[in-house]
């Protein structure tokens, strides 16, 4: 039976890759211009722009500046809402959610986490701490997401609870 193809749900959504039995989803660096009103200055949590999509009259914006940290802001013409402090690896919606990818790997420092954002709200309303930096999503046939890390694959269940892969 062949692999059906997923169809995206948002714009942030990029194409799956198809990887052994399951799925890889790639988190692309923004294209194209980037509006000036996205940019912050390093000391205030910017760096290179990372994930950067239309939002409400505005912009989703992640910045990754490595061991000086990073961001993920809303943005308008108007005004700028700083949702998390870390750097931003990409985004991703899934089961209707938006998700964050953050981590960093720098000498002995290894974290990361999933962040899930509710932009009605325009806020932050959960922060899942990883195992450490993610490397790696994978989402498999039985829409499980799947997120590896430098000490090991964790997948994160439906209820937001994060479970080693066998155990779900």
Do not use: C
């Not at 000036?36 to 939002?55: K, N, Q, Y």
């Not at 509710?118 to 790696?136: F, H, M």
């Not at 999503?137 to 609870?161: C, F, M, S």
């Amino acid at each position: 039976m062949a692999d059906e193809a997923l169809t995206p749900a948002s714009p942030l959504d990029p194409l799956p890759v198809v990887y052994g039995s399951a799925r890889r989803i790639a988190l692309p660096a923004p294209k194209g211009p980037i509006p000036d009103a996205a940019i912050l200055p390093i000391g205030e949590g910017g760096g290179t722009v990372s994930l950067l999509a239309p939002w409400s009259g505005g912009w989703i914006v992640g910045t990754d500046g490595g061991e000086w940290g990073g961001s993920l802001y809303l943005v308008t013409p108007a005004r700028r809402t700083i949702l998390a402090q870390g750097n931003v690896r990409g985004g991703f919606t899934w089961r209707g959610r938006l998700y964050v990818v953050s981590g960093l790997h720098h000498l002995t420092l290894d974290e990361g986490a999933l962040w899930e954002v509710d932009l009605r709200a325009e806020k932050r309303v959960g922060s899942i701490p990883l195992p450490a930096s993610p490397e790696e999503l994978l989402l498999t046939r039985e829409q499980h997401l799947i997120v590896r890390t430098r000490k090991g694959d964790v997948a994160l269940l439906p209820n937001g609870v994060l479970a080693p892969p066998g155990e779900f």
